[in-house]
């Protein structure tokens, strides 16, 4: 631990008390300021910080300005998410100083124990909180599950019945090409009675079968003029509603509560009007058109290729006989062709060996002729050999019967009266003896 | 018919794009092309229908006057007095 300094001496010709250690004027500065009364002060939010454990900002007005911090568990009992710059507060609490230290920096501060935002800033905060509970009921989410017809043949119009937002849905929907039926629920827009004849408004256009869909439109203006539409039964009462609502309130900057619990919500009324038709009509009726010629093509293109098909089939038969009849002619003619060259061919093939015969029999004909004498004669002279006469000259005898048949056994001699023996240089005629057995 | 009845523009423009795919992808059979023109015309007259309903036009009526027809059960005519001139 450090000694205190010792005290210096003091400036000379200086009638002031002191000096004294800086740490014990700067704590009987802090005991002096918090001794200050506590006041509530108003002014704008400027430069709002929030920390771990305190938030930190500025109150200005156009003659001064006040650090103020606050503990961070008393901003968070507000509920507020935030305060922009600008926002008008007021703030209670009193003054107070941290002395700091050796290592610390001073600071002075006017700690704010309760806020209020004042103003717009008040109104802000009010439909930040209702907000939230809505959000947390899921009161947002029943009208952007609804169907939305693309095509709504009856539409519902809750406006001012003077303003401009009128004409802008009007022309929002021209330029759709719709021209189908709107029915208007005209009501105030921005006074104290305007939240209830708007939202009996729309219970009344919901309660028509007719109407398909429902569109809140209303012109710019301040966030007062506009708090109608942050009504906690207006927006319960659109949240479940059986029609979708679109809605245009305001500025594109502004967001209303009856914003976040509609359908949809847009940025003009000439915007909504075209979202509650979303179709182009004079689109539609060119794409119908299309689709129309597409589908008579088609149907005209399925009857036509079949028929073809069934054509081509149906002639099948008829060009299948065509093609064999061709083919067998054109056989028939090959055939014809080819016997014609056979014939020339075979009657070709027999002049050429009858040719060819004539020319080897005359060329054979001479050599045959005495090899045939030759055969000839070896015949001749093999018949000569077995010729009877021959053995008759060589001494024998042929004995014949009466009737010149040759006779060849003894037994058939005697048969016969005569007989006549036949030698080689003539005939004799014999009478056989009877016949003597030889002893 | 109570398809029809129960038919939306955009559902019907839909089943309309479905047909059409159907028939171009050349997978349908006589009969089911057959059907799906018939359907389709169908659809297209249907559509044709709804898009002639909001083309008649502009008719502004006054949420009272509404009422006051429906109640009296006679179907909203062409003699509405127009917002303008209310």
Known sequence: MLEPAPRPDGIPGSRLSGPWPVGDYAAALRDRLRGFK???????????????????????????????????????????ESLGDGSVVVAAGGCDFYAGSRASSPSFSFAVTKLRVAGEGDLLAQVE?????????????????????????????????????????????????????????????????????????????????????????????????????????????VALLRVPVISSVGHHTDRTLIDDVSAVACSTPTHAAEAAVPVDCGE?????????????????????????????????????????????????????????????????????????????????AGAE????????????????????????????????????????????AREHATLTVRLHDGTVSVRPQPYREES | MSEIATLTYESACTRIEDVIRRLDSGEAGLRETLELCQEGRRLVEFCAGELDAVAQGLEELRLDELVARLE?????????QAAQAA
Do not use: N
């Open chain 1, 284 to 364: 539609a009726r060119a794409q119908l058109r299309g689709l129309a010629a597409r589908l008579e093509h088609r149907s005209r293109l399925a009857i036509v290729e079949r028929a073809r098909v069934l054509a081509r089939l149906s002639r099948a038969p008829a060009d299948h006989v065509a093609r064999h009849r061709a083919r067998l002619h054109q056989q028939g003619r090959e055939l014809r062709a080819s016997g014609r060259r056979g014939v020339a061919e075979a009657t070709r093939h027999t002049s050429t060996t009858a040719l060819v015969l004539e020319r080897k029999a005359r060329a054979a």
């Open chain 2, 72 to 80: 009296a059960g006679s179907r909203p005519g062409a003699t509405a």
């Open chain 1, 38 to 80: 506590r006041v509530q002060v108003f002014g704008e939010v400027f430069g709002l910080k929030v920390g771990r454990a305190k938030v930190w900002f500025e109150l200005r007005d156009s003659s001064g300005a006040l650090p103020c911090s606050m503990w961070r568990k008393d901003w968070d009992a507000l509920g507020l």
């Open chain 1, 369 to 412: 002729r005495v090899q045939r004498g030759r055969d000839l004669e070896r015949l001749a002279m093999a018949l000569a050999a077995h010729e009877p006469q021959r053995t008759l000259e060589r001494g024998y005898a042929l004995v014949e019967d009466p009737a010149g048949e040759p006779v060849t056994s003894a037994a058939a």
């Open chain 1, 129 to 237: 909180r209702l907000r939230r509970a809505l959000a947390a009921e899921g009161l947002f989410e029943p009208q952007k599950r609804l169907a939305r017809p693309s095509l709504p043949r009856t539409i519902g119009v809750v406006s001012g019945e003077g303003g401009k937002a009128r004409d802008d849905v009007l022309a929002g929907l021209r330029r759709r090409g719709w021209a189908g039926r709107i029915v208007w629920a005209f009501a105030p827009v921005q006074d104290r009675h305007a939240a209830p004849a708007i939202t009996r408004a729309l219970q009344d256009l919901a309660a028509c079968e007719e109407i398909e869909v429902i569109v809140v439109a209303r012109g710019g203006g301040s966030l007062a003029d506009l708090f109608a539409f942050c009504d906690e039964t207006l927006c319960r009462t």
